[in-house]
């Protein structure tokens, strides 16, 4: 008997929720809000589905439905990573500061 | 061109790199370090898709074209947002992650061949449920972003919109769903798939617009793990482990801040999605019109009271955040401090309109972090107290909270700002706050309010001082 594939994906999953579940609770509370903005940019992995979405046009037809769509994902997949990610180290900055001026 | 195996393990190592991204925020000294992992992760994630799909053509160029675009666009927000305007740039952040989500699906679902999920009209059972899932769970996060985004600009009233039967037609819906996924799944119909989307769209709208303007902080968690929950259902379908981690683990963070945010209330997750809070509750209104006797005081007796103090707590809010108060707040307390006051600074875990807002706020004043408390941690310092200075706050120090069984607030947990020697109270108005309830607190001898917008009442208690 083969395990089907998708149970090794499913297990990856549920442990995934565990070491989340364990990590986002140390979080401390002050941070909350970069928490927050840099779960918003690392969800945007879905970017590598958006690629491979656009890149899977024929060289004779770029734009067929389905890469179009993949164009477009690429984009609001962009906005959020360069916009999620610096503004996390914006925020993150602000915190940095403290320590050296006391 | 690299094997599958070779990028399923860089995609693992990327998925690593994101929960190191998260565990960097246990503190504010390996945050940014932690902010960097993340961006390493996402690199390597972009940089292995590239390089398995090998197929460097015209698309190719277009692809980074339209990466440069969307990445100008991101950085130029990044740079240009207000702090204070954190609460909705998160919200709609949210909405792209959710429509980029449907956007794919729908590729998926136009081109399977480019996934390896089957052919137009006879997609993997498997496939389809999963990006079926992945679609619906984005667009709900999309449009319900999109509300959430409206009601935090102030474009969109804060307060619910409700009308009767509403619980029965979201539930109509919601259950319309699952029956046309099923539909879906048993025809390879394209129309009901598209029926499918319009219909989550649809429901994301509903399901926002009950819920009133305090109650931002659930809805905006409440949205994050959406859009974790929709991204790992499009990292099924593409079998991407690196997409599975993050979905789950931006799921479960959304999740824990939500359950965080109703435990600050005191509600029920379920009372704070069934929307209606906050409304006009006009239980309480009618019998406290018995004008009961306030002190109220001007800039001058304020800075009195602050100046021979030995000790002050702040108490920010909401209010403050929308009257940019906080860095005319730390010039009163910088004066403080060179008279020798002890200033320290007490956050309610849902004052303001997301999680950790005010946080953000004191740090961008340059409030060092380690002067400001969390409700658990500063609780007992209020009784050893000289003044409290609340700004912007209102219903999470409300004394009711503790005594009145039959008061809606009862139960949460609130700041003993009554404990201090005295109070002051900076406010507009005496009009209670979101929650309906009239705040005791402003008819106690020792509270002095000092009606005045935060910020420039903050200012002329500089001068004064």
Same mark, same amino acid.
């Given at each position: 008997?083969? =395990?089907?594939?998708?149970?090794?994906?499913?297990?990856?999953?549920?442990?995934?929720?565990?070491?989340?579940?364990?990590?986002?609770?140390?979080?401390?509370?002050?941070?909350?809000?970069?928490?927050?903005?840099?779960? +918003?940019?690392? #969800?945007?992995?879905?970017?590598?589905?958006?690629?491979?979405?656009?890149?899977?046009?024929?060289?004779?037809?770029?734009?067929?439905?389905?890469?179009?769509?993949?164009?477009?994902?690429?984009? /609001?997949?962009?906005? +959020?990573?360069?916009?999620?990610?610096?503004?996390?180290?914006?925020?993150? %900055?602000?915190?940095?500061?403290?320590?050296?001026?006391? | 061109?690299?094997?599958?195996?070779?990028?399923?393990?860089?995609?693992?190592?990327?998925?690593?790199?994101?929960?190191?991204?998260?565990?960097? /925020?246990?503190?504010?000294? !390996?945050?940014?370090?932690?902010?960097?992992?993340?961006? /390493?992760?996402?690199?390597?994630?972009?940089?292995?898709?590239?390089?398995?799909?090998?197929?460097?053509? !015209?698309? !190719?160029?277009?692809?980074?074209?339209? /990466?440069?675009?969307?990445?100008? @666009?991101?950085?130029?927000?990044?740079?240009?947002?207000?702090?204070? &305007?954190?609460?909705?740039?998160? &919200?709609?952040?949210?909405?792209?992650?959710?429509?980029?989500?449907?956007?794919?699906?729908?590729?998926?679902?136009?081109?399977?061949?480019?996934?390896?999920?089957?052919?137009?009209?006879?997609?993997?059972?498997?496939?389809?449920?999963?990006?079926?899932?992945?679609?619906?769970?984005?667009? @709900?996060?999309?449009?319900?972003?999109?509300?959430?985004?409206?009601?935090?600009?102030?474009?969109?009233?804060?307060?619910?919109?409700?009308?009767?039967?509403?619980?029965?037609?979201?539930?109509?819906?919601?259950? #319309?769903?699952?029956?046309?996924?099923?539909?879906?799944?048993?025809?390879?119909?394209?129309?009901?798939?598209?029926?499918?989307?319009?219909?989550?769209?649809?429901?994301?709208?509903?399901?926002?617009?009950?819920?009133?303007?305090?109650?931002?902080?659930?809805?905006?968690?409440?949205?994050? #793990?959406?859009?974790?929950?929709?991204?790992?259902?499009?990292?099924?379908?593409?079998?991407?482990?690196?997409?599975?981690?993050?979905?789950?683990?931006?799921?479960?963070?959304?999740?824990?801040?939500?359950?965080?945010?109703?435990?600050?209330?005191?509600?029920?997750?379920?009372?704070? =999605?069934?929307?209606?809070?906050?409304?006009?509750?006009?239980? #309480?209104?009618?019998?406290?019109?018995?004008?009961?006797?306030?002190?109220?005081?001007?800039?001058?007796?304020?800075?009195?009271?602050?100046?021979?103090?030995?000790?002050?707590?702040?108490?920010?809010?909401?209010?403050?955040?929308?009257? %940019?108060?906080?860095?005319?707040?730390?010039?009163?307390?910088?004066?403080?401090?060179?008279?020798?006051?002890?200033?320290?600074?007490?956050?309610?875990?849902? &004052?303001?309109?997301?999680?950790?807002?005010?946080?953000?706020?004191?740090?961008?004043?340059?409030?060092?972090?380690?002067?400001?408390?969390?409700?658990?941690?500063?609780?007992?310092?209020?009784?050893?107290?000289?003044?409290?200075?609340?700004?912007?706050?209102?219903?999470?120090?409300?004394?009711?909270?503790?005594?009145?069984?039959?008061?809606?607030?009862?139960?949460?947990?609130?700041?003993?700002?009554?404990?201090?020697?005295?109070?002051?109270?900076?406010?507009?108005?005496?009009?209670?706050?979101?929650?309906?309830?009239?705040?005791?607190?402003?008819?106690?001898?020792?509270?002095?309010?000092?009606?005045?917008?935060?910020?420039?009442?903050?200012?002329?208690?500089?001068?004064?001082?």
């Amino acid at each position: 008997m083969e =395990i089907d594939p998708f149970i090794f994906r499913f297990s990856i999953f549920i442990l995934a929720i565990f070491v989340g579940y364990y990590v986002v609770w140390s979080v401390t509370p002050s941070l909350h809000t970069p928490l927050m903005s840099v779960t +918003n940019a690392i #969800s945007s992995v879905i970017i590598v589905g958006a690629i491979i979405a656009a890149l899977a046009g024929s060289s004779e037809n770029i734009f067929e439905i389905s890469s179009i769509f993949g164009f477009l994902a690429i984009v /609001l997949a962009a906005v +959020n990573i360069f916009g999620g990610f610096l503004v996390t180290q914006r925020m993150l %900055q602000m915190y940095k500061k403290k320590k050296k001026n006391k | 061109m690299i094997s599958a195996n070779l990028s399923a393990i860089f995609y693992l190592v990327s998925g690593i790199l994101f929960i190191l991204a998260l565990r960097g /925020l246990s503190s504010p000294e !390996t945050s940014r370090q932690g902010n960097l992992f993340g961006i /390493l992760g996402m690199i390597i994630a972009i940089t292995v898709t590239f390089l398995t799909v090998g197929n460097f053509s !015209t698309s !190719t160029i277009y692809v980074f074209i339209f /990466l440069l675009i969307g990445g100008a @666009i991101g950085a130029f927000i990044a740079f240009k947002i207000p702090m204070t &305007a954190m609460p909705e740039l998160v &919200a709609g952040f949210h909405s792209l992650v959710g429509l980029a989500a449907v956007f794919v699906a729908i590729s998926a679902f136009k081109n399977p061949e480019a996934f390896n999920l089957g052919v137009p009209g006879d997609i993997k059972l498997a496939s389809l449920i999963e990006m079926s899932i992945g679609a619906a769970v984005g667009a @709900i996060t999309f449009s319900g972003s999109i509300i959430a985004f409206l009601k935090l600009r102030g474009i969109m009233s804060g307060s619910p919109i409700t009308f009767t039967g509403q619980h029965i037609v979201n539930l109509l819906i919601g259950i #319309s769903i699952f029956v046309l996924i099923y539909f879906l799944c048993s025809s390879q119909s394209e129309s009901f798939f598209w029926s499918m989307i319009a219909i989550s769209f649809l429901i994301g709208v509903l399901l926002i617009i009950p819920i009133g303007g305090a109650d931002m902080p659930v809805v905006i968690s409440m949205l994050n #793990s959406y859009s974790g929950w929709a991204a790992a259902g499009i990292g099924f379908t593409l079998e991407n482990t690196a997409l599975i981690i993050t979905g789950a683990l931006v799921g479960s963070s959304g999740a824990i801040l939500s359950y965080i945010m109703c435990k600050g209330m005191n509600r029920s997750f379920f009372s704070v =999605i069934l929307g209606g809070f906050g409304g006009d509750s006009s239980v #309480s209104k009618d019998k406290k019109k018995d004008q009961k006797p306030v002190k109220s005081g001007n800039a001058e007796d304020a800075a009195f009271l602050l100046k021979n103090a030995s000790s002050v707590i702040i108490v920010p809010g909401y209010g403050m955040a929308v009257a %940019q108060a906080q860095h005319a707040l730390r010039e009163m307390v910088d004066t403080l401090k060179k008279n020798d006051i002890k200033v320290s600074y007490a956050v309610h875990p849902v &004052a303001g309109r997301m999680p950790g807002h005010m946080n953000v706020l004191l740090a961008e004043a340059n409030v060092p972090y380690d002067e400001v408390f969390e409700l658990d941690d500063i609780n007992n310092d209020f009784a050893n107290t000289d003044v409290a200075f609340v700004i912007g706050a209102n219903d999470v120090t409300n004394p009711v909270a503790k005594t009145d069984p039959q008061s809606p607030i009862f139960g949460m947990p609130v700041l003993d700002v009554e404990k201090c020697k005295s109070v002051l109270f900076v406010k507009r108005s005496l009009s209670p706050g979101y929650a309906g309830v009239d705040n005791e607190l402003f008819y106690r001898e020792n509270t002095m309010m000092l009606f005045a917008d935060a910020k420039k009442m903050t200012e002329d208690i500089v001068k004064n001082i």
